[in-house]
């Protein structure tokens, strides 16, 4: 094929800035970037999705753009799914109509979260969030839109350098707090964006058929036992943080209680499987501690 036309849309979030970084990083042989955020790409307006193919005729897209305030979602469902469903239809519909491949990125929160083992790509799904449920509309929109095309990458406890994330949280908290409480009946794989984008890219590049995939880093811990290592790689005595139960922190929108997902899939196809969790956020502070630690 040519010089592959990159589209992220959601490139100002977490993922989005790990994606364009790494794709015009200084000597990337990637083709073309186009990388915008929701002021210049509304992924709703569907006139806006058809101009972007039309004036930058991409060959692949990675729809990192969501609505994520899980907790606000319960009472803006219609806007949640405006973002997490409608605009994925748009631009699945684009796809297949221009032959361009879409990966369009989703969440461990499609599931029910009562599993006592991994979650495989074909499980049944059964949402208990409003922000699950519009997550799970936008990829059933990608599925049926885009059979050839459509790439469902879901993933689990994201953190990165950029915006907000409970690294962060943790990271302030424990400069200003004796000790935390920190629920440990939530069991995941924290999964550290720049890697998640790296193997993005790398199944935008492969010969990997469309369909679902699971891509988390390896390894499952809890918050609780998360926020331990966090404290572990800032230098303070993880034994400050104290266990507690999701019941002691109500939320509007409830949380999977197990959202460990199994990257089988991914791998049987080729793909290069995620560090373990815990080697990723060594590495992470190591790459970009001053960011983490900045808030």
């Known amino acids: 094929m040519g010089q592959r036309r990159w589209l992220i849309t959601g490139a100002r979030g977490q993922l989005g800035s790990d994606l364009r970084r790494l794709l015009t990083a200084p000597?990337?042989?990637?083709g073309l970037v186009h990388a915008v955020g929701s002021a210049e790409l509304d992924v709703t307006d569907r006139a806006a999705i058809a101009d972007a193919f039309r004036s930058f005729r991409p060959t692949v897209?990675?729809?990192?753009?969501?609505?994520?305030?899980?907790?606000?979602?319960?009472?803006d469902e219609d806007r949640a799914y405006a973002v997490n469903a409608t605009?994925?239809?748009?631009?699945?519909a684009e796809a297949a109509r221009t032959n361009t491949r879409l990966i369009h990125i989703s969440t461990d929160y499609v599931f029910s979260g009562d599993a006592v083992r991994p979650y495989e790509v074909g499980d049944s799904t059964g949402p208990k969030s409003a922000y699950g449920r519009t997550k799970l509309a936008g990829e059933l929109a990608v599925r049926e839109l885009a059979p050839d095309h459509g790439y469902v990458v879901r993933t689990a406890w994201v953190y990165g350098a950029t915006g907000g994330n409970f690294v962060k949280t943790m990271i302030r908290?424990?400069?200003s707090h004796d000790t935390l409480r920190v629920v440990d009946d939530q069991r995941g794989s924290p999964t550290w964006s720049a890697d998640l984008a790296r193997g993005l890219i790398e199944l935008a590049r492969s010969g990997a058929t469309a369909g679902v995939y699971h891509c988390t880093n390896g390894g499952e811990t809890t918050w609780h036992g998360f926020a331990r290592a966090i404290f572990t790689e800032v230098g303070a005595d993880?034994?400050?943080v104290l266990p507690t139960t999701s019941a002691e922190f109500p939320?509007?929108?409830?949380?999977?209680?197990?959202?460990?997902?199994?990257?089988?899939?991914?791998?049987?196809?080729?793909l290069t499987?995620?560090?373990?969790?815990?080697?990723?956020?060594?590495a992470a502070f190591a790459s970009h501690g001053d960011e983490l630690r900045a808030g």
């Open 87 to 92: 605009g994925p239809a748009f631009l699945a």
């Open 61 to 75: 897209i990675i729809n990192a753009a969501a609505y994520t305030a899980v907790d606000q979602a319960e009472t």
């Open 238 to 240: 993880p034994a400050r």
């Open 27 to 30: 000597g990337s042989t990637s």
């Open 251 to 270: 939320r509007p929108a409830p949380r999977p209680a197990f959202s460990v997902l199994s990257n089988e899939e991914w791998s049987d196809a080729g």
């Open 173 to 175: 908290l424990e400069a």
């Open 273 to 282: 499987p995620l560090p373990s969790w815990r080697a990723a956020l060594t």
